[in-house]
Structures are given as C-alpha cells and as structure tokens.
C-alpha cells in the first residue's frame, strides 16, 4: 500500500485547542457558570447524539438543514446536537410531573452545525444554555437578562460596546395579520426576509419584498414598521400582546436600572418554536464581530412535540466563538499564564530522588508543582519555567540537603530564601 501522509489539521470548521486556547476558554466558561450559580440555577447535561426527529419538528428550515445527521447501525437517523433547548424540553417533558417547577437550569456543551466556517461561526462551537420553565410573565426574561448584565460586567465589558436587541413575535404576528392582511404562505418568507433586514441593503431588501408577492403599500409598511420604537408600541396598547409585553418589560427593566437593551423591531430569530419575546446580543462597539454573541427567547409551546401541555419557558445560547472574538477585540482576555505555582530543579541525576519527595511534599499541600525529570543546564531549567510564567522555582542540591532546607526564589521579585520545606509552603500559601 501507498504510504500516504495524513494532514495535521484539524476537520474543516473545527479547531485543535492547545493550552493558552484552553485557559481562555476556561476563563469564559467559569464566568458564565459562576455567575449563573450566584443566580441559583442549576448544572444538567443531555447526550451529544439524538433522534435527528428532534430537530425537525419545531428548530425550522435552516437548522435541518445544518444537521450532522446520519443513520446508525440500527437504521434509525441521528444526529449530533445542532442546539439544546429541544434537548431540554425532551428531559423535562420527560419528568415533567417530578420536576419542580420553575425550574433554573444551565449546561456549557459541544454542538454541531454543517455550516459555512467564517468569523465567528464554526462546524463544533460550545454555547452557554440558560434557561427558566415554568414562569409565564415577563419577569423570567428580566432575571435572564439580568444575568447577561452580570456576567458582561464580569468580562468588564464596556457599556458601549454591546447592545440587547429584543422584540416580540405576537408583535410580528400583528404586523403580518393586522397591519399587512398577509396570505398564510407568505408569513414564512417575509419572516426570512425580516430576519436577513439587517444584513441586506435596503433596495435589495424591497426588491425580494415584491419578489416574494408583497405589493407596495405593504412593502411600505414593512418599512414603517422596521423603524418603530418604543413610543410606537404604546399606540397600540390592548390591541397587540406582543406590544403590551414589550412595554411592560422596558418599563420594568427601567425600574431596575438595567441598560443597554433596545426595542428593535427586526429582530426576527429563525427558530420556529419560538413564541414572544426574542431576543439578540450585538457587539456595537465596531464592525468586527457583526453576528449575534447570543440568541434567545420565550417557547412555551415546545412541549406539545412531546404531546405535553404547554410550559412557559425562557432561555438564551450564547456561543464560545464570538464571545471569546469580543472579548479579544476589546483586549478583555485575561493572562494565560500556567495554573503552576512552583518549579522544582533538577540540579544533577543522583539528586531525582530528593527533588521528587520534595515535590510530592508541596502537591501534598496542594500546591500546583512542576518537576525538572532531565538533569539539563540550570539555565535551561529557569528557561522553561520562565516561558511558563512560574512564581516560584525551587533549587535543591547537595548543600541544601546538608543543611536540611531549600532555596526558595520568587522570581517576581527576585527574592531568595534558604529555608525548610515547611517553611517554603508556608511562604508560596501567603501569597
Ligand atoms: P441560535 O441563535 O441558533 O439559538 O444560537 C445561539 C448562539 O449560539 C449564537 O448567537 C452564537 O453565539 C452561537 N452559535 C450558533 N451557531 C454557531 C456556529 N455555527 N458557530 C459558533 N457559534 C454558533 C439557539 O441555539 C437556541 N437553542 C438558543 C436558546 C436557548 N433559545 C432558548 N434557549
């Protein structure tokens, strides 16, 4: 057989993480989850392969289209997790007369979309799911959304880089059914086009208008209706849900002095299950990171897939890939220096034996140590815990085992101590 050489790279869409990349992550990750604690919601976690069924049925055209799916050994077809609010509906309808209701959850898992790799957007990403069930009034999404605030403000996010777009799909409804009278079949396809308005310019966006079968009155309103605000909404106060939930939730959110969130009519979201409020996070700081960092909204219909009656719900997923993006772009990543708080040299091969109880001494005390296993040059030895970013190194050769201690260096400050061991943990502790 040919002797062909594999590539290194990774599949296409996905990405190897090494450490400095797997430190980030982790920084990213505590956040969300610490954060999310401190909220009272709590960790759960469904399998990464389900029925591709799942996703048919209510995650809308262009997600099916997405799915890694395939048939198992067993005929049945599968797919990897493209998203996980069906997931989650699944488990709770599931163990819905168990469960206590509202119930406060959140999972940080891998995902899978067949899609086109660009900024931003990857084949396998993680996303930060944050949920509430069983809470149908407005002040389930100003918990959650409290809970972006916080955790923005933890990244130390400036107030001016990022913006909460939210709208209302019974709002949407009324402008299909009341504002435009539109034919059943074309709800779907203005609903495509609202959702790409922000993407397009404006006169294709009026092109496809006409194209799809709207007429120029309708066109017209469409365009009235893309520029509304807030004060807008009241005009219509009793007459749309979808207005009267908005303004309540704004006016709440004032209460609260929560900021950054705006009322913005084309917020559409592609998902099908979706049922009012919906909502988006924009970078708006500059046109690096055009794409929604996060996509949410309410889908208290959801469980009637499962022949369940219906349970409110709220949530979002907010994606590792453009999170991390945002954060480099505005120079909030945090160091990635190593976890490892002390390195033991190697001063000669006969001394192997006492370097390594002495690092079994300190990993005892649950200090982070790294040990020198080859007698190379001191030099290099310091080389290679200075790469790493260690504070402390410790040098143990033959005087120091005479007189029954070490020396302890703290390379920040240059300070050297000869001391015992004991005495060295004690000084790594105290810093
Ligand atoms: P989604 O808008 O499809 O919503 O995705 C939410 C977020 O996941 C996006 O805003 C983005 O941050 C991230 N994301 C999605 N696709 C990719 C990709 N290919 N590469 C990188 N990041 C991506 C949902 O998935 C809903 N299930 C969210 C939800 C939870 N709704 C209610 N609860």
Redesign the pocket.
Known sequence: MKNTKLTTAPYK?TRDTYPKDMMIRNYIFDTWSRVAKRFGYEEYDTPLIESAQLYRAK?GEE?SN?LYNFTDKGGREISLR?????S?ARMVAAKKNELQLPLRWFNIGK?Y?Y?K?QR????????L???ILGISTIDAELEIIQYVMEVMSEFNAPKDTFELRINNRYLLDYLFTEILELSEELVPQLARAIDNFSKMELSDFKEYLIEIGLDNEQVEKVLDFLSWDLSMLETLKGKSDGADQLLELFEKAKNLDITNIVFSPSIM???DY?TGTVI??FDIGGDKNP???????R?DDLLAIFGEEKLP???????????TDYLSTYNLLPDTKSNTKVYVTLMNESLLSESAKLTQELRKSDINTLMCLEPIKLNKQLQQSNRKGIRWVIFIGEDEIKQNKVQLKNMNSGESFLITVSESIQKIKEI
């Open positions: 869409g995650s997600l997405q493209p998203e996980m609010t069906p989650l995902f979309r899609e790799p931003g957007r990857r084949r396998e990403f993680f996303q799911n944050i949920d979201r592609g998902l979706y988006e996070m794409r929604a960092m996060f996509g949410g909204g889908y719900a709220f949530g979002l997923g907010w994606g590792d890939i453009i999170m």
